[in-house]
C-alpha cells in the first residue's frame, strides 16, 4: 500500500468517525424521543393542537435538510446570540427537526393501529391518559415502528454529512481535507490528487456502517409486521 | 442585526438573479426526474422479471446508492472522476449525480409496482398472442405504472430537494445563489426565508399532486 494512505485513514477513522458517530447518536436519540411525544399527541382529537403538531411535521418533512442545517447554524443566531452553535451541534439540531418530523408521522400511524379494546381495558384498569399510552399503548406500537426506526437510523447516519456543509469535522470532512492537504504541494502535501481513492473510502465506510442495518430493517419488517 | 429584516427589498432587488436561479433549480429537477424515471422504469422492469445480470447488477447499483450519503456520491463525481479524467461541468454534475440517486430508489418503486401486477393479466395477455414484451408494454406497465406513481412521486420530491445540495458544488442553484446574495448584503435571514418559501411551496404542490393522481389514476378495482 503507498505511504500516503495510513495516515490519511489514521485522520478519517479517528477525528472523522467520532463527529459522525456523535451527529448520529444526538440526532436519533432526538428524534426518537421528540418524535414518540408529538406522534402520541397528534392522536388527540384537539383540533389546534393537531394542527400545530401537523403544521411543524409538514415543514420540516419538507425543508430540505441542509436548509434546515443553514437555518439552525446561519439563522438562530441572528435571532438571539444565545442559539449560536458549533457545527456538529447545528447539524444535530437540524437532524432532530427532519427525524422527529419522520418519527411522528409514522408513530401516529402506529398508535391508531392499536385496537381500541386496548385503550378501553387500560382506562378499565384505572390508568390515566399518561399512564394508558406509557404502559400499555407506546410499548405496543413501539414494535411495529422498530423496522422504520432503523431505517430512520441509516438516513440519520448518512445526512449527517450535511455536518461536513457548514464544516463540522465528521467522516467526510476529514476525508476532504486530507485530500487537500496531500494536494498541496510539498513540504505540506505530496502534490497528488487522491480524491478518487479518499471518497471512495469514505463511501466504503458508509457502506459498512449502512448495510448491515438497511439488511436489519427489512428483517425486521418481515418478521414484526 | 445589522439591517431591519426586509424581504420584499432583498426579493425585489435581486429578482432576476433568484429567478434565474430558481429556474435552474426546475432545470436541474426536470432532468433528473425524466432520467429517473426511465432508468426506474428500465432496471425496475429487469428487477421485477428476473433478466439474468441485469437484474444483479441493479440490485449492487440499488444497494451501493441506498447505503452511502448523496453528497459523499455528489464529491466522487464532482472531484473524484476528474482523477480518472472524467470531468463534467456544474451543471452535468448536478443533474446526473440526483439522477443517478432517485434512479436506484425510483428501480426499486417500479420493481415492486410490477410485481404487484397479478400474473393472470400476463397470461391474458400470452393468451391474446403477445410476446412477453408487448405484454410488458401493453399490460405490465401501464398497471403497474400506476401502482408505482405515488411512492415514485414521493422520490422526485427528494429529487427535488436534494438540488439543494448543489451548494456544495457551487452550481448557482436556489440554494448557492440565495446564500451567495446574503454573503454580500448581509440579508441572512432573508436568502433563508426564500429558500424555505419556495422549497416548501415546490414539496407541497408535488405532494398534493400525489393524492390528486392517487384518485384520478386508481385502479378501477382498487376503488
Do not use: C
Amino acid at each position: 500500500m503507498p505511504d500516503w494512505v495510513e495516515p490519511v485513514a489514521r485522520y478519517v477513522i479517528q477525528e472523522g468517525l467520532p463527529g459522525t458517530l456523535r451527529v448520529s447518536a444526538i440526532a436519533v436519540v432526538g428524534s426518537g424521543l421528540l418524535g414518540l411525544v408529538l406522534g402520541t399527541l397528534l392522536t388527540i382529537k384537539f383540533l389546534p393542537l393537531q394542527g400545530l403538531i401537523r403544521f411543524y411535521i409538514e415543514i420540516f418533512r419538507g425543508l430540505p435538510i441542509l436548509v434546515t442545517v443553514f437555518i439552525v447554524f446561519f439563522g438562530l443566531p441572528s435571532v438571539s446570540r444565545s442559539l449560536e452553535f458549533d457545527a456538529l451541534t447545528a447539524a444535530s439540531i437540524a437532524l432532530v427537526l427532519w427525524g422527529s418530523a419522520q418519527v411522528a408521522e409514522a408513530t401516529r400511524g402506529a398508535v391508531q393501529s392499536i385496537p381500541r379494546e386496548q385503550h378501553e381495558a387500560a382506562s378499565a384498569l384505572g390508568f390515566g391518559w399518561v399512564g394508558r399510552h406509557g404502559f400499555v399503548i407506546l410499548p405496543q406500537a413501539l414494535r411495529r415502528l422498530l423496522p422504520p426506526f432503523v431505517s430512520l437510523l441509516v438516513n440519520i447516519i448518512q445526512n449527517s454529512t450535511l455536518a461536513q456543509v457548514i464544516g463540522g469535522l465528521e467522516l467526510l470532512e476529514a476525508g476532504k481535507r486530507q485530500n487537500e492537504r496531500l494536494a498541496a504541494f510539498p513540504p505540506i502535501g505530496l502534490g497528488e490528487i487522491h480524491a478518487f481513492e479518499i471518497f471512495a473510502g469514505v463511501a466504503v465506510l458508509f457502506f459498512l456502517i449502512s448495510f448491515p442495518l438497511t439488511r436489519l430493517a427489512v428483517y425486521l419488517e418481515r418478521r414484526l409486521v | 442585526m445589522l439591517l431591519a429584516y426586509d424581504l420584499g427589498a432583498f426579493v425585489s432587488d435581486n429578482r432576476a438573479e433568484l429567478l434565474d436561479a430558481f429556474l435552474n433549480t426546475l432545470k436541474v429537477s426536470g432532468f433528473a426526474i425524466a432520467g429517473a424515471l426511465v432508468i426506474g422504469a428500465v432496471l425496475g422492469a429487469a428487477r421485477a422479471h428476473r433478466i439474468p445480470v441485469v437484474s444483479q447488477l441493479t440490485a449492487v447499483y440499488v444497494e451501493v446508492i441506498r447505503n452511502t450519503p448523496i453528497l459523499v456520491q455528489i464529491f466522487m463525481i464532482f472531484y473524484g472522476l476528474p482523477q480518472l479524467g472524467i470531468v463534467f461541468d456544474q451543471f452535468t454534475v448536478a443533474w446526473l449525480s440526483v439522477m443517478v440517486w432517485g434512479g436506484a430508489f425510483n428501480s426499486e418503486n417500479f420493481r415492486a409496482g410490477f410485481q404487484a401486477v397479478s400474473y393472470r393479466y400476463r397470461e391474458a395477455g400470452y393468451a391474446l398472442g403477445f410476446s412477453s414484451f408487448s405484454t410488458f408494454l401493453n399490460v405490465t406497465l401501464p398497471i403497474g405504472g400506476r401502482i408505482a406513481l405515488p411512492s415514485s412521486i414521493n422520490t422526485y420530491i427528494s429529487v427535488v430537494k436534494n438540488t439543494s445540495l448543489m451548494y456544495v458544488i457551487g452550481y448557482a442553484e436556489l440554494t448557492t445563489t440565495s446564500l451567495n446574495i446574503s454573503n454580500l448584503t448581509l440579508q441572512t435571514t432573508e436568502a433563508l426565508t426564500v429558500l424555505a418559501i419556495v422549497y416548501l411551496v415546490l414539496v407541497w404542490t408535488l405532494s398534493a399532486s400525489i393524492r390528486l393522481l392517487e384518485s384520478r389514476l386508481a385502479l378501477p378495482e382498487s376503488q
